[in-house]
């Protein structure tokens, strides 16, 4: 099975500032097939990113998602009060089932 | 607007069968090339892929639990299964059904329910 890494495990930030999150897989994701989920405490996650780097319907613009092969970010660029949560990605590329980060959590500083 | 809601008991016994079901709703099981599929979250944990349903019955499990996982479909009642036997403690968590789409990501979410394994 592909393993995903979520780095770092918490990133401590204030509003306003941008946020970097990484994912990286134990091999190459085919199609680039990487998702990337918010959650907030007591909630379902909820789709961000598709496909690397396509927004889900509804996703602010300061949502951006990149990257190819075994390394993914999820950038936040100006963080709003309402982005402080977990965040998660997902490969949905390997024949032998789907996986997910252990999550990095955005805090405030 | 596409609606899951889990249902089932929140309590079960170590060594029964931990059994849920999903209703969906806003829109028909049978549609569409979607992936009905089961993710569980151990208390204050990362989200744990169980597998997918296709509509047609065919199922695709995740290797580490495959041994004790059944899904099931029913496409009359707009409803989707996951059976998990022999269970323990460790596999009290929040179980949520979702839909999947695309080669395999999750737009839509039920709100998930609690289950516990105690005696």
């Known amino acids: 099975e592909i393993v995903l890494t979520q780095s770092p495990g918490t990133l401590s930030l204030s509003p306003g500032e941008r946020a970097t999150l990484s994912c990286r897989a134990s091999q190459s994701v085919t199609g680039d097939y990487v998702a990337w989920y918010q959650q907030k405490p007591g909630q379902a996650p909820r789709l961000l990113i598709y496909?690397?780097?396509t927004r889900a319907t509804g996703i602010p613009d300061r949502f951006s998602g990149s990257g190819s092969g075994t390394e993914f970010t999820l950038t936040i660029s100006r963080l709003e009060p309402e982005d402080f949560a977990v965040y998660y990605c997902?490969?949905?590329?390997?024949?032998?089932?789907?996986?997910f980060g252990p999550g990095t959590k955005v805090d405030v500083k | 607007q596409v609606q899951l809601q889990e249902s089932g008991p929140g309590l079960v016994k170590p060594s029964q069968t931990l059994s849920l079901t999903c209703t969906v709703s806003g829109g028909s099981i049978a549609s569409g090339v979607y992936y009905w599929s089961w993710i569980r979250q151990h208390p204050g944990k990362g989200l744990e892929w169980i597998g997918y349903?296709?509509?047609?019955?065919?199922?695709f499990y995740n290797p580490s639990l495959k041994s004790r996982v059944t899904m099931s479909i029913d496409t009359s009642k707009n409803q989707f299964s996951l059976n998990l036997s022999s269970v323990t403690a460790a596999d009290t968590a929040v179980y949520y059904c979702?839909?999947?789409?695309?080669?395999?990501?999750?737009?839509?979410w039920g709100q998930g329910t609690l289950v516990t394994v105690s005696s």
């Open positions: 997902q490969q949905y590329g390997s024949t032998r089932g789907f996986t």
């Open positions: 349903i296709y509509y047609t019955g065919s199922p």
């Open positions: 496909g690397a780097s």
């Open positions: 979702a839909r999947a789409q695309g080669s395999g990501y999750y737009h839509y």
